[in-house]
T-cell receptor, first 111, second 114 residues
Framework: DSGVTQTPKHLITATGQRVTLRCSPRSGDLSVYWYQQSLDQGLQFLIQYYNGEERAKGNILERFSAQQFPDLHSELNLSSLELGDSALYFC??????????FGQGTRLTVV | AQTVTQSQPEMSVQEAETVTLSCTYDTSENNYYLFWYKQPPSRQMILVIRQEAYKQQNATENRFSVNFQKAAKSFSLKISDSQLGDTAMYFCAFSPSGTYKYIFGTGTRLKVLA
């Protein structure tokens, strides 16, 4: 168990809908990262937050947004969903620049 | 741009044998960290091993060891006495010190054969 909790584990939704993925980082970790992994692909970095502030942005679509709350949990909002958004979405957290610990992922299926 | 390259999309190894996965990276940084993550069929991302660039000694974790060549910007993973449970996708990752950024390679799919 990495200590990073992601909910829900699975999500099935229709095209055009909006969903929210939630991540609770390891206790004490200030940095949260979101990654997208499509089937049999590598990890695509979406966005990073550090202590509530956006720190880095990757290839995140405008339809996607995220935030980190004062209690350090983070949410990734995906709107106007398309079939191509179906993927495994990972959250990771780190205390610094040593290693990132990953949650189990949320498997999103858009039908 | 900082990049991580894993040139072997797929590899296979017989149970109990040794296999080496390659990783090269490109950076102008002097201080950084390197990681190998394992992603088994369950899709969980599991940290296998970590190497600090300032350390000359290669990291070892049980059957897993690395060959870190800083000048060549190479960071290979050696798995000894391969087990069926080692079957997974392996990702090499790089993090420049102080940036809180992790850059991943595209992964190597390893299959351990009985």
């Amino acid at each position: 168990d990495s200590g990073v909790t992601q909910t829900p584990k699975h999500l099935i939704t229709a095209t055009g809908q909006r969903v929210t993925l939630r991540c609770s980082p390891r206790s004490g970790d200030l940095s949260v990262y979101w990654y997208q992994q499509s089937l049999d692909q590598g990890l695509q970095f979406l966005i990073q937050y550090y202590n509530g502030e956006e720190r880095a942005k990757g290839n995140i679509l405008e339809r996607f947004s995220a935030q980190q709350f004062p209690d350090l949990h983070s949410e990734l909002n995906l709107s106007s969903l398309e079939l191509g958004d179906s993927a495994l979405y990972f959250c990771a957290s780190s205390a610094g620049d040593r290693e990132a610990f990953f949650g189990q992922g949320t498997r999103l299926t858009v039908v | 741009a900082q990049t991580v390259t894993q040139s072997q999309p797929e590899m296979s190894v017989q149970e109990a044998e040794t296999v080496t996965l390659s990783c090269t990276y490109d950076t102008s940084e002097n201080n950084y960290y390197l990681f190998w993550y394992k992603q088994p069929p369950s899709r969980q991302m599991i940290l296998v091993i970590r190497q600090e660039a300032y350390k000359q000694q290669n990291a070892t974790e049980n059957r897993f060891s690395v060959n870190f060549q800083k000048a060549a910007k190479s960071f290979s993973l050696k798995i000894s006495d391969s087990q069926l449970g080692d079957t997974a996708m392996y990702f090499c990752a790089f993090s420049p010190s102080g940036t809180y950024k992790y850059i991943f390679g595209t992964g190597t799919r390893l299959k351990v054969l009985a």
